[in-house]
């Protein structure tokens, strides 16, 4: 039953996901919102919703080892895996500005998380943890990030996304309240599950959540990457994974530690390394090969590093 419930979360979470950027996209075009801030906030926000909800219950809950495990396992995972078969799919290649704003920006976002969650190193204290005041730090940097994209979005014209289908305002209602519902329950079924699962085989809840919690939170940006490079929208496929990362730390663990602060253990340093590591390499291979394409001996090489990277959990326990 554990399982099944797990199984059936992570279903309802991502149907959830998915009405709630119909719903709210078609909304917003009827008020004559541009497609490109409609592609940044709405569905960059609606791909991090999984996160975001089990986030919010697993803070609720007291489980700050899944709300991080989930959030770092998240980010990883966003560059490895789903950025290495999206590349595989079809090279990716991408803009300028995404090289040299966004890509550092989230590298930005992981350096910040490894100051603000190591109190034990940087100021000696007895332990350490994501505070309420950190998280109000995180939200800061999000709105610095969202007064970029919205600056943006005044200067281009290009559309970033397909135009969904025109539906009625009652639907497009009722399709926003009925994907919250769904995150809502899919998020608490979600992390009730991993608790049990990780209890019954005697292993960290953090490794749950860096592993099955976070691959199944991040299927939404793997849809939606892997159907971009698909159809040769590539600027997209890794503007998804790289605007998600920031959304996951600033927006989701920053609302995440404002709810409850969060316990940070030491060891949660390898994978907040780790995820330096990642996007400093993403930023590197736009300069390798062929300039500003991530092409598909280079999406192989990601997928070897996360299978290497996902032995190395599961041996650590």
Request: aromatic content about 12%; glycine content about 8%.
């Amino acid at each position: 039953m554990t399982y099944f419930l797990l199984i059936i979360g992570f279903i309802i979470l991502i149907k959830g996901a998915d009405l709630l950027v119909e719903g709210a996209s078609s909304i917003a075009q009827k008020l004559n919102v541009s497609d490109l801030v409609i592609g940044l906030t709405v569905v960059a926000f609606g791909t991090s919703a999984p996160e975001m909800f089990v986030n919010v219950f697993a803070s609720i809950e007291g489980n700050s080892n899944i709300a991080i495990g989930n959030i770092l396992g998240s980010s990883i995972a966003n560059i490895f895996l789903i950025l290495g078969v999206s590349a595989m799919i079809y090279p990716l290649a991408v803009k300028n500005n995404t090289v040299w704003k966004e890509i550092p920006f989230s590298l930005l976002a992981a350096l910040i998380l490894g100051i603000l969650a190591n109190d034990y190193l940087i100021d000696h204290k007895a332990s350490s943890e994501l505070s309420r005041s950190d998280g109000l730090v995180l939200l800061g940097f999000f709105i610095i990030f969202m007064y970029y994209i919205f600056s943006i979005a005044k200067k281009s014209e290009h559309i970033l996304k397909e135009e969904s289908p025109q539906i009625s305002n009652f639907r497009a209602v009722a399709y926003i309240l009925l994907g919250l519902s769904g995150l809502v329950l899919g998020g608490s079924w979600i992390v009730n599950a991993a608790v049990k699962i990780a209890s019954q085989f005697g292993v960290s809840e953090y490794l749950i959540g860096l592993t099955v919690v976070a691959v199944g939170t991040s299927l939404p940006e793997l849809a939606t990457s892997a159907m971009a490079a698909y159809k040769r929208n590539t600027d997209i496929a890794i503007g998804n994974v790289v605007g998600s990362n920031i959304f996951n730390i600033f927006w989701v663990l920053g609302i995440s530690a404002v709810i409850k602060p969060l316990p940070f253990q030491p060891t949660g340093n390898s994978e907040i390394a780790m995820t330096i590591v990642a996007s400093i390499l993403l930023f590197l291979v736009f300069f390798v090969g062929k300039k500003h394409v991530l092409e598909k001996w280079q999406g192989a090489l990601f997928l070897l590093l996360y299978a290497g990277y996902t032995s190395f959990l599961i041996i650590r326990g």
